[in-house]
């Protein structure tokens, strides 16, 4: 690189740097956020576990509940299980898909289970991190009830931070979020014909 191109180069870096500085200076509120993980593409749940795994690892206390999955149990969840962490709290479900069950009435059973233990995780100080994965899906099909969703969320903890994924978040769940992130559909192996994979898939 000629003596212009590394001038203009450092030059873009030292505004960037500027730029960065600048907003790490104006972020200065501690508290737990909550954070939404959405869209159509494959991930969500991976992000999740992405943060929660990032949790642990500071040392931090977390629990996961897992709604409409639970039947089969993903890699995540086999490595959780494996370390038997007294700093995670875990509970599935565990009724599959709702399309599998078509039973309305048990997956609402089911649903309200795994809600008692997602409040009460909410409702504990001692909880940093918890993970709500496709807790969407519980708000599409009316098995929770929005309001108390949202309210528990809301009068959490100060400090626990909230990580919700599934596909379609509710606007009022997106507006309530500090963070949202949607992962859009381009590709997907599956629709191509390709086997989900152990490892990769789930």
């Known amino acids: 690189m000629d003596s212009d191109k590394k001038a203009r ?8 740097k500027a ?69 995670v709290q875990y509970f599935a479900m565990a009724t599959g898909f709702t399309w599998n069950t078509q039973n309305w009435d048990a997956d609402k059973q089911a649903a309200d289970e795994a809600w008692s233990h997602a409040s009460a995780l909410l409702a504990d100080p001692a909880v940093d991190l918890v993970l709500l994965d496709e807790l969407t899906y519980m708000l599409k099909y009316h098995f929770l009830d929005e309001a108390q969703v ?6 959490r903890p100060e400090g626990q931070t909230v990580v919700i994924t599934g596909r379609a978040a509710q606007p009022a769940l997106r507006e309530l979020a500090d963070t949202v992130s949607e992962i859009a559909a381009e590709k997907h192996a599956f629709k191509g014909g390709i086997k989900a994979r152990a490892g990769v898939d789930f």
């Open 9 to 16: 180069h450092n030059d873009r870096m030292a505004r960037k």
């Open 19 to 87: 730029v960065v500085d600048a907003a790490i200076e104006r972020a200065q509120t501690e508290r737990g956020v909550v954070i939404v993980i959405t869209g159509n593409g494959k991930g969500k749940s991976t992000s999740g576990f992405g943060t929660l795994f990032r949790a642990l690892g500071h040392g931090q206390n977390v629990g996961v509940v897992q709604f409409i999955k639970g039947t089969q149990a993903t890699g995540e969840v086999i490595f959780l299980q494996q370390c038997a962490l007294p700093s």
């Open 150 to 155: 949202l309210d528990a969320i809301a009068a």
